[in-house]
């Protein structure tokens, strides 16, 4: 017993200084915002490279997530005869919380990982601490760059897929299920209002926040060689994912709080 309650206080102790250590990472990467100099060439290469290069991924996703939708839907709906009402179910399901976390966790998978193999293999090999002695902050060149490109570019494509994922369950609505593209439409834009706009566009922001720290919070602390590099990526991904489905909650129930007073 007195081994395994040691254990439990070395992980515990662990845990805590990881999260320390992760706060004060945050807080410099966003401090970096405000102070010179700007890498604006970076930024924009990781927006190239975060945001266009996870456009057909995201635009499978939300398109094939809609027409799921709308299967599932038009079924359990028929039962009560309100098909009608399948463009505001798959509308509200998407820009509400599907798009927002779909998007955040293929980004994720994309982008987390890479973001902590690329930084992982340079602190392996030392290139960081090369920075450091020419002068150069990392967390200035490397991580704010990354965390602000992430943010715009994470929410330009959540954008992206409720747009995709409306026009998928439009499509199998319209050829599938022989329902009217009108009424659809129509359906799916009169459900909206601006809570679930804010709801949705708002998630990205935080998610892409997670994404772009937990990724290089990762590749920055790298130890052990290759190995320690592919260690890294799996823990940023692994991460990554399960704190965006638990800010998802976090923010759905603020969100319901403050727009609907639930």
């Known amino acids: 017993m007195p081994l395994a309650l040691e254990k439990i206080d070395i992980v515990a102790k662990r845990m805590v200084l990881a999260v320390q250590d992760y706060s004060i990472f945050c807080w410099q990467s966003v401090a970096n915002l405000f102070r010179t100099p700007k890498y604006w060439g970076d930024v924009l290469q990781q927006a190239d490279l975060i945001g266009v290069g996870s456009v057909p991924i995201v635009v499978l996703t939300g398109f094939f997530t809609g027409g799921v939708l709308a299967l599932q839907s038009a079924q359990s709906l028929a039962q009560f005869g309100a098909q009608a009402y399948t463009g505001r179910f798959v509308s509200l399901s998407m820009i509400r919380e599907l798009a927002p976390v779909l998007t955040g966790l293929m980004v994720s998978g994309r982008n987390a990982g890479g973001m902590a193999s690329e930084l992982g293999s340079m602190q392996v090999t030392e290139q960081i601490d090369a920075m450091r002695a020419l002068g150069t902050d990392p967390m200035k060149k490397l991580v704010t760059p990354r965390m602000l490109s992430t943010v715009v570019m994470l929410f330009l494509l959540t954008i992206i897929s409720d747009t995709l994922g409306t026009a998928g369950g439009a499509f199998v609505s319209v050829f599938i299920n022989n329902q009217n593209g009108t009424q659809y439409f129509t359906s799916a834009y009169q459900a909206l209002a601006y809570a679930d706009i804010a709801q ?42 399960i704190l965006i489905i638990f800010v998802d909650f976090l923010l759905s129930r603020a969100m319901l709080w403050i727009f609907s007073g639930f």
């Open 200 to 241: 949705g566009l708002t998630k990205p922001l935080f998610f892409g926040f997670i994404i772009a720290t937990i990724g290089c919070f990762f590749g920055m602390r790298t130890t052990g060689g290759t190995q320690g590099v592919g260690r890294s990526t799996t823990q940023a991904v692994v991460v990554s994912s």
